[in-house]
Protein backbone atom coordinates (compact mmCIF):
# COMPACT_ATOMS: atom_id res chain seq x y z
CA UNK A 1 0.00 0.00 0.00
CA UNK A 2 2.80 2.43 -0.54
CA UNK A 3 2.28 5.34 -0.75
CA UNK A 4 -1.08 5.66 -1.02
CA UNK A 5 -2.58 8.90 0.41
CA UNK A 6 -5.93 9.36 2.83
CA UNK A 7 -7.17 12.81 3.76
CA UNK A 8 -10.22 12.65 6.08
CA UNK A 9 -12.03 15.55 7.83
CA UNK A 10 -13.99 15.23 11.18
CA UNK A 11 -13.26 11.38 11.09
CA UNK A 12 -14.26 10.80 7.57
CA UNK A 13 -12.33 9.62 4.59
CA UNK A 14 -12.73 12.71 1.61
CA UNK A 15 -9.69 11.97 -0.13
CA UNK A 16 -8.08 8.88 -1.10
CA UNK A 17 -5.18 8.32 -3.57
CA UNK A 18 -6.59 6.12 -6.59
CA UNK A 19 -5.96 1.99 -6.18
CA UNK A 20 -3.33 2.96 -9.63
CA UNK A 21 -1.05 5.90 -7.90
CA UNK A 22 0.22 2.85 -5.49
CA UNK A 23 3.94 3.45 -4.83
CA UNK A 24 3.65 6.77 -7.24
CA UNK A 25 4.34 9.08 -3.93
CA UNK A 26 7.45 7.21 -2.10
CA UNK A 27 8.03 10.34 -0.40
CA UNK A 28 3.72 11.18 0.41
CA UNK A 29 1.57 12.45 -2.16
CA UNK A 30 2.88 15.37 -4.29
CA UNK A 31 1.61 17.25 -7.07
CA UNK A 32 3.68 18.40 -10.05
CA UNK A 33 2.40 22.24 -11.22
CA UNK A 34 1.69 22.80 -14.73
CA UNK A 35 5.41 23.80 -15.88
CA UNK A 36 6.71 20.29 -13.94
CA UNK A 37 7.58 22.86 -10.94
CA UNK A 38 6.65 20.43 -8.19
CA UNK A 39 3.75 21.68 -5.72
CA UNK A 40 4.54 21.20 -2.25
CA UNK A 41 1.78 18.71 -0.85
CA UNK A 42 2.18 16.94 2.39
CA UNK A 43 -0.36 15.47 4.29
CA UNK A 44 -0.54 16.93 7.64
CA UNK A 45 -3.02 14.96 9.80
CA UNK A 46 -4.19 16.43 12.88
CA UNK A 47 -6.62 17.05 15.88
CA UNK A 48 -8.73 14.58 17.22
CA UNK A 49 -11.40 14.78 14.35
CA UNK A 50 -8.23 13.42 12.00
CA UNK A 51 -8.15 16.10 9.70
CA UNK A 52 -5.53 16.22 7.44
CA UNK A 53 -4.85 19.49 5.87
CA UNK A 54 -2.51 19.83 2.44
CA UNK A 55 0.74 22.08 3.00
CA UNK A 56 1.32 24.72 0.33
CA UNK A 57 2.30 27.80 -0.61
CA UNK A 58 0.42 30.79 -2.08
CA UNK A 59 -1.49 29.20 -5.55
CA UNK A 60 -4.11 29.17 -8.11
CA UNK A 61 -6.59 27.12 -7.06
CA UNK A 62 -9.39 25.49 -9.88
CA UNK A 63 -12.36 23.63 -7.45
CA UNK A 64 -14.57 21.72 -9.63
CA UNK A 65 -17.57 19.68 -8.18
CA UNK A 66 -19.06 17.29 -9.51
CA UNK A 67 -20.85 13.83 -9.26
CA UNK A 68 -18.88 11.02 -7.11
CA UNK A 69 -19.43 8.29 -10.34
CA UNK A 70 -17.70 10.84 -12.93
CA UNK A 71 -14.98 12.39 -10.17
CA UNK A 72 -12.11 9.38 -10.79
CA UNK A 73 -12.91 9.80 -14.96
CA UNK A 74 -12.55 13.56 -15.09
CA UNK A 75 -9.44 13.22 -12.72
CA UNK A 76 -7.84 11.02 -15.25
CA UNK A 77 -8.50 13.45 -18.01
CA UNK A 78 -7.03 16.44 -15.96
CA UNK A 79 -3.94 14.20 -15.53
CA UNK A 80 -3.89 13.08 -19.59
CA UNK A 81 -4.27 16.56 -20.29
CA UNK A 82 -3.13 19.20 -18.62
CA UNK A 83 -0.48 16.82 -17.02
CA UNK A 84 -1.61 18.24 -13.77
CA UNK A 85 -2.14 15.90 -10.37
CA UNK A 86 -5.48 17.16 -9.35
CA UNK A 87 -6.82 15.96 -5.89
CA UNK A 88 -10.08 14.13 -5.25
CA UNK A 89 -12.39 14.74 -2.59
CA UNK A 90 -15.73 12.83 -1.37
CA UNK A 91 -17.71 12.23 1.35
CA UNK A 92 -17.71 8.46 2.07
CA UNK A 93 -21.63 7.51 0.96
CA UNK A 94 -21.65 11.03 -0.41
CA UNK A 95 -22.75 11.79 -4.29
CA UNK A 96 -20.54 15.00 -5.08
CA UNK A 97 -16.97 15.27 -5.49
CA UNK A 98 -14.89 18.18 -5.25
CA UNK A 99 -11.94 18.54 -7.35
CA UNK A 100 -9.38 20.40 -6.68
CA UNK A 101 -6.21 21.52 -9.74
CA UNK A 102 -3.52 23.89 -8.42
CA UNK A 103 -1.44 26.07 -10.74
CA UNK A 104 1.39 29.06 -9.81
CA UNK A 105 -0.74 31.54 -10.55
CA UNK A 106 -4.55 32.43 -10.10
CA UNK A 107 -4.16 33.36 -14.01
CA UNK A 108 -3.48 29.70 -14.49
CA UNK A 109 -6.44 28.60 -12.80
CA UNK A 110 -8.54 30.55 -14.96
CA UNK A 111 -7.19 30.57 -18.03
CA UNK A 112 -7.68 26.51 -17.17
CA UNK A 113 -11.30 26.92 -16.59
CA UNK A 114 -12.02 27.68 -19.88
CA UNK A 115 -10.73 24.34 -21.76
CA UNK A 116 -12.47 22.52 -19.24
CA UNK A 117 -13.75 19.66 -20.48
CA UNK A 118 -17.30 19.73 -21.81
CA UNK A 119 -18.37 16.27 -21.58
CA UNK A 120 -18.69 15.97 -17.54
CA UNK A 121 -21.22 17.55 -16.16
CA UNK A 122 -19.87 20.20 -13.64
CA UNK A 123 -22.31 21.15 -10.92
CA UNK A 124 -19.81 24.47 -9.95
CA UNK A 125 -16.54 25.39 -11.28
CA UNK A 126 -14.14 28.01 -9.22
CA UNK A 127 -11.47 29.88 -9.18
CA UNK A 128 -9.64 31.52 -6.15
CA UNK A 129 -5.98 31.86 -4.72
CA UNK A 130 -5.33 29.71 -2.34
CA UNK A 131 -3.07 31.33 0.21
CA UNK A 132 -0.93 29.48 3.29
CA UNK A 133 -2.83 31.05 5.71
CA UNK A 134 -5.90 29.43 5.02
CA UNK A 135 -4.69 26.11 6.66
CA UNK A 136 -2.89 27.90 9.33
CA UNK A 137 -5.98 29.26 10.91
CA UNK A 138 -7.25 25.93 10.62
CA UNK A 139 -5.91 25.01 13.35
CA UNK A 140 -7.21 27.13 15.75
CA UNK A 141 -10.87 25.66 15.66
CA UNK A 142 -9.09 21.94 16.24
CA UNK A 143 -6.14 21.87 18.48
CA UNK A 144 -6.39 22.92 22.05
CA UNK A 145 -4.10 22.26 25.19
CA UNK A 146 -4.05 18.67 25.84
CA UNK A 147 -2.24 16.52 28.82
CA UNK A 148 -0.56 13.53 27.50
CA UNK A 149 1.74 10.55 29.69
CA UNK A 150 2.43 11.38 32.79
CA UNK A 151 4.39 14.59 33.02
CA UNK A 152 3.27 16.37 29.33
CA UNK A 153 0.86 19.10 28.32
CA UNK A 154 0.78 20.82 24.45
CA UNK A 155 -0.52 24.44 24.65
CA UNK A 156 -1.01 25.91 21.23
CA UNK A 157 0.36 29.09 20.95
CA UNK A 158 -3.20 31.28 21.09
CA UNK A 159 -3.88 29.40 24.26
CA UNK A 160 -2.49 30.16 27.74
CA UNK A 161 -0.79 26.66 29.92
CA UNK A 162 -3.72 26.41 32.96
CA UNK A 163 -0.75 26.01 35.16
CA UNK A 164 2.78 24.53 35.78
CA UNK A 165 2.14 21.01 37.32
CA UNK A 166 3.20 19.60 33.98
CA UNK A 167 5.60 20.43 31.48
CA UNK A 168 4.10 22.74 28.68
CA UNK A 169 5.02 22.31 25.42
CA UNK A 170 3.91 25.35 23.50
CA UNK A 171 3.50 24.76 20.08
CA UNK A 172 2.72 26.98 17.20
CA UNK A 173 1.93 24.34 13.99
CA UNK A 174 1.77 26.70 11.45
CA UNK A 175 2.43 24.18 8.62
CA UNK A 176 4.11 21.70 10.23
CA UNK A 177 2.84 18.72 11.73
CA UNK A 178 2.67 17.50 14.97
CA UNK A 179 0.45 18.90 17.84
CA UNK A 180 -0.17 16.20 19.74
CA UNK A 181 -3.90 15.73 18.54
CA UNK A 182 -2.75 12.89 16.47
CA UNK A 183 -2.12 9.08 17.60
CA UNK A 184 1.18 9.04 16.48
CA UNK A 185 2.65 11.87 18.00
CA UNK A 186 0.88 11.36 21.24
CA UNK A 187 2.55 7.87 21.30
CA UNK A 188 5.97 9.61 20.28
CA UNK A 189 5.11 11.73 23.30
CA UNK A 190 4.06 9.03 25.67
CA UNK A 191 7.05 6.41 24.64
CA UNK A 192 9.55 9.23 25.04
CA UNK A 193 8.54 10.53 28.21
CA UNK A 194 9.01 6.54 29.58
CA UNK A 195 12.27 6.38 27.99
CA UNK A 196 13.38 9.30 30.09
CA UNK A 197 12.88 7.89 33.21
CA UNK A 198 13.77 4.13 31.95
CA UNK A 199 17.12 4.92 30.66
CA UNK A 200 17.83 8.54 31.43
CA UNK A 201 19.28 9.45 27.98
CA UNK A 202 21.50 12.03 27.20
CA UNK A 203 21.05 11.84 23.39
CA UNK A 204 17.57 12.43 21.70
CA UNK A 205 17.35 12.13 17.87
CA UNK A 206 14.09 13.25 16.25
CA UNK A 207 13.58 12.16 12.69
CA UNK A 208 11.25 14.51 10.93
CA UNK A 209 11.10 16.70 13.29
CA UNK A 210 7.66 18.22 11.99
CA UNK A 211 6.81 21.28 14.03
CA UNK A 212 10.06 20.43 16.34
CA UNK A 213 7.06 19.42 19.77
CA UNK A 214 9.18 15.70 20.37
CA UNK A 215 13.13 17.06 20.29
CA UNK A 216 11.04 20.12 22.27
CA UNK A 217 9.87 17.52 24.90
CA UNK A 218 13.17 15.83 25.03
CA UNK A 219 15.05 18.80 25.44
CA UNK A 220 12.13 19.62 28.43
CA UNK A 221 12.38 16.42 29.91
CA UNK A 222 16.24 16.69 30.63
CA UNK A 223 17.73 15.27 27.72
CA UNK A 224 21.16 17.11 27.04
CA UNK A 225 22.20 16.66 23.33
CA UNK A 226 19.21 16.81 20.61
CA UNK A 227 19.53 16.64 17.12
CA UNK A 228 16.33 17.01 14.90
CA UNK A 229 15.95 16.96 11.04
CA UNK A 230 13.13 17.26 8.40
CA UNK A 231 13.43 17.39 4.61
CA UNK A 232 10.65 20.08 4.47
CA UNK A 233 12.47 23.42 5.21
CA UNK A 234 9.01 25.17 6.19
CA UNK A 235 9.22 22.92 9.10
CA UNK A 236 12.88 23.35 10.32
CA UNK A 237 12.14 27.23 10.19
CA UNK A 238 8.86 26.34 12.52
CA UNK A 239 10.82 24.27 14.73
CA UNK A 240 13.20 26.86 15.80
CA UNK A 241 10.34 29.58 16.48
CA UNK A 242 8.93 26.76 18.73
CA UNK A 243 12.05 26.21 20.63
CA UNK A 244 11.99 29.88 20.85
CA UNK A 245 8.44 29.78 22.43
CA UNK A 246 9.94 27.04 24.74
CA UNK A 247 12.36 29.33 26.08
CA UNK A 248 15.19 27.05 24.66
CA UNK A 249 18.36 28.80 23.93
CA UNK A 250 19.23 29.18 20.03
CA UNK A 251 21.41 25.71 19.57
CA UNK A 252 20.16 23.69 22.58
CA UNK A 253 18.21 21.93 19.65
CA UNK A 254 19.80 20.98 16.30
CA UNK A 255 17.51 21.61 13.64
CA UNK A 256 19.13 20.64 10.45
CA UNK A 257 17.45 20.03 6.50
CA UNK A 258 17.89 16.54 6.48
CA UNK A 259 16.32 13.28 3.85
CA UNK A 260 16.28 10.07 5.60
CA UNK A 261 15.92 8.39 2.82
CA UNK A 262 19.52 10.11 1.41
CA UNK A 263 23.14 10.47 2.99
CA UNK A 264 23.89 13.50 5.05
CA UNK A 265 21.07 13.76 7.74
CA UNK A 266 23.58 11.40 9.90
CA UNK A 267 25.11 13.41 12.67
CA UNK A 268 26.06 11.44 16.02
CA UNK A 269 24.49 7.97 17.07
CA UNK A 270 21.75 9.06 19.95
CA UNK A 271 20.36 7.38 22.99
CA UNK A 272 16.73 7.42 22.05
CA UNK A 273 16.13 7.90 17.96
CA UNK A 274 11.97 8.73 16.96
CA UNK A 275 11.00 8.51 13.97
CA UNK A 276 7.48 9.56 13.02
CA UNK A 277 7.31 9.21 9.33
CA UNK A 278 5.50 7.05 6.65
CA UNK A 279 6.34 3.01 6.66
CA UNK A 280 7.54 2.77 3.36
CA UNK A 281 9.99 5.42 4.88
CA UNK A 282 10.71 4.11 7.43
CA UNK A 283 11.14 0.64 6.23
CA UNK A 284 13.87 2.11 3.80
CA UNK A 285 15.50 3.70 6.13
CA UNK A 286 15.44 1.03 8.62
CA UNK A 287 19.59 0.02 8.49
CA UNK A 288 20.24 4.01 8.97
CA UNK A 289 18.06 4.44 11.43
CA UNK A 290 18.90 1.72 13.88
CA UNK A 291 23.00 2.94 13.22
CA UNK A 292 21.74 5.74 14.17
CA UNK A 293 19.93 4.55 17.56
CA UNK A 294 22.09 3.61 20.45
CA UNK A 295 19.75 2.34 22.99
CA UNK A 296 15.79 2.93 21.73
CA UNK A 297 14.08 3.35 18.68
CA UNK A 298 10.15 4.75 18.44
CA UNK A 299 9.02 4.76 15.48
CA UNK A 300 5.31 5.31 14.30
CA UNK A 301 3.65 7.21 11.57
CA UNK A 302 2.75 3.38 10.76
CA UNK A 303 -0.78 2.20 9.79
CA UNK A 304 -1.84 -0.86 12.33
CA UNK A 305 -1.87 -3.78 9.03
CA UNK A 306 1.33 -2.13 8.29
CA UNK A 307 3.24 -3.08 11.68
CA UNK A 308 4.57 -6.41 11.22
CA UNK A 309 6.71 -5.21 7.71
CA UNK A 310 8.30 -2.27 10.00
CA UNK A 311 8.98 -4.69 12.85
CA UNK A 312 10.61 -6.74 9.89
CA UNK A 313 12.55 -4.75 8.91
CA UNK A 314 13.81 -3.28 11.88
CA UNK A 315 14.21 -6.72 13.53
CA UNK A 316 16.56 -8.13 10.61
CA UNK A 317 18.98 -5.19 11.57
CA UNK A 318 19.40 -6.49 14.87
CA UNK A 319 16.57 -4.85 17.05
CA UNK A 320 13.99 -6.04 19.52
CA UNK A 321 11.00 -4.83 19.94
CA UNK A 322 10.11 -4.02 23.22
CA UNK A 323 6.14 -2.92 22.71
CA UNK A 324 3.49 -1.70 19.78
CA UNK A 325 0.15 0.10 20.59
CA UNK A 326 -2.39 1.51 18.24
CA UNK A 327 -5.69 3.25 17.80
CA UNK A 328 -7.48 0.78 15.36
CA UNK A 329 -5.82 3.19 12.21
CA UNK A 330 -2.42 4.13 13.07
CA UNK A 331 0.11 2.17 15.34
CA UNK A 332 3.53 2.40 16.95
CA UNK A 333 6.43 0.27 17.75
CA UNK A 334 9.00 0.39 20.21
CA UNK A 335 12.40 -1.26 20.01
CA UNK A 336 15.34 -1.83 21.99
CA UNK A 337 18.92 -2.42 21.54
CA UNK A 338 19.32 -5.83 23.02
CA UNK A 339 21.49 -6.23 25.38
CA UNK A 340 25.30 -8.02 24.80
C1 LIG B 1 4.01 12.75 10.74
S1 LIG B 1 5.08 14.11 10.75
C2 LIG B 1 5.83 13.94 12.35
C3 LIG B 1 6.09 15.26 13.03
C4 LIG B 1 6.50 15.16 14.49
N1 LIG B 1 7.76 14.48 14.62
C5 LIG B 1 5.42 14.42 15.27
O1 LIG B 1 5.72 13.34 15.78
O2 LIG B 1 4.32 14.94 15.39
C6 LIG B 1 6.32 13.51 9.66
C7 LIG B 1 7.38 14.51 9.34
O3 LIG B 1 8.38 13.82 8.62
C8 LIG B 1 8.83 14.62 7.57
N2 LIG B 1 9.38 13.72 6.55
C9 LIG B 1 8.69 12.94 5.67
N3 LIG B 1 9.54 12.26 4.90
C10 LIG B 1 10.79 12.60 5.30
C11 LIG B 1 12.10 12.24 4.88
N4 LIG B 1 12.28 11.39 3.85
N5 LIG B 1 13.16 12.77 5.52
C12 LIG B 1 12.97 13.64 6.53
N6 LIG B 1 11.77 14.06 6.96
C13 LIG B 1 10.69 13.53 6.36
C14 LIG B 1 7.63 15.42 7.14
O4 LIG B 1 8.02 16.62 6.50
C15 LIG B 1 6.91 15.65 8.45
O5 LIG B 1 7.28 16.87 9.04
Not at 103 to 121: E, M, N, V
Not at 197 to 224: C, E, F, N, Q, Y
Not at 295 to 309: A, N, V
Request: with cysteine; net charge positive.
Amino acid sequence: MAGRCFISLEGKTVYRSQEKDKGKYPNGPKCQLEGGKKFPLTLNPMGQGGYTSIQMKSCGQLEVVLATQDAESFCEWIRESWGVEPVSMEQPHGNQAVVKVFFDTLAQAQARRRKLPPQFALSSVQTMVCREEQWTTFWRHHFHTQDIGRRLRTVPVWETPPDRKRINLRIDPGLSFGTGGHFTTRFCLEELERACADLKPRSMLDAGTGSGILAIAAAKLGVGTIDAFDYDPVCVEKCAENAALNRLGRGRIRFYLGDVLKDGWQRRPADVVCANILTNILIEAAPALWRATKKRLILTGIREFEGDSVADAFVANGAREVLRDGDGEWCGIVLDRPKA
